[in-house]
T-cell receptor
Framework: DVKVTQSSRYLVKRTGEKVFLECVQD?????MFWYRQDPGLGLRLIYF???????EKGDIPEGYSVSREKKERFSLILESASTNQTSMYLC??????????FGPGTRLTVL | GQQVMQIPQYQHVQEGEDFTTYCNSS?????IQWYKQRPGGHPVFLIQ?????EVKKQKRLTFQFGEAKKNSSLHITATQTTDVGTYFC?????????????FGKGTLLTVNP
């Protein structure tokens, strides 16, 4: 059973903290993605990576960075968390133009 | 940039009624995908359409890809409570990164038993 896993389902952090969200896929996919999902705004792409150490900005990269040191792992970093980054964060992976697999999501609350 | 619009944003039906959601792209798509997200869950792939005018069925779900490959629809016949969720369409990015998908904002379907 193929899987995308995320390090936490729920996370509570304080304003100004550095936050790491981890994502691992076991399908040997080249492409990995980080989205945030907010009511009424759908899925918004933050960053994506098409290869190890390669990354591209998505639609809303401000306030975020990413790291992909190994093919199976894609990390999202909030350098200094702010309350407007309270959201559901979804990781996904994909091979070529095939279906995209999503992780279960991390609901992040920044106080 | 490329836009993928979905209507309606919300749809509430009585169990047994039909439901349709529509997806329109600002650019021609090489293919289109549909996903379903149950409440509290994550999006799960339903189907991919590739050919102009293509129609595919999955039990009570019928998916269509327009002749111009710029629009698509998902029709559910005789809805059930298990159909509740948000349905997203998604197309490859037109900017050259075709491994990146552009998602519509989704249609939230609720079903009254």
């Amino acid at each position: 059973d193929v899987k995308v896993t995320q390090s936490s389902r729920y996370l509570v952090k304080r304003t100004g903290e550095k936050v790491f969200l981890e994502c691992v896929q076991d399908m040997d996919h080249e492409n990995m993605f980080w989205y945030r999902q907010d009511p009424g705004l759908g899925l918004r792409l933050i960053y994506f990576s098409y290869d190890v150490k390669m990354k591209e900005k998505g639609d809303i990269p401000e306030g975020y960075s990413v790291s992909r040191e190994k093919k199976e792992r894609f990390s999202l970093i909030l350098e200094s968390a702010s309350t407007n980054q309270t959201s559901m964060y979804l990781c996904a992976s994909r091979q070529g133009d095939n279906e995209q697999f999503f992780g279960p999501g991390t609901r992040l609350t920044v106080l | 940039g490329q836009q993928v619009m979905q209507i309606p944003q919300y749809q509430h039906v009585q169990e047994g009624e039909d439901f349709t959601t529509y997806c329109n792209s600002s650019t021609t798509l090489s293919n289109i995908q549909w996903y379903k997200q149950r409440p509290g869950g994550h999006p799960v792939f339903l189907i991919q359409l590739v050919k102009s005018g293509e129609v595919k069925k999955q039990k009570r779900l019928t998916f269509q890809f327009g002749e111009a490959k710029k629009n698509s629809s998902l029709h559910i016949t005789a809805t059930q409570t298990t159909d509740v969720g948000t349905y997203f369409c998604a197309g490859p990015d037109s900017g050259g990164s075709n491994y990146k998908l552009t998602f519509g904002k989704g249609t939230l379907l609720t079903v009254n038993p």
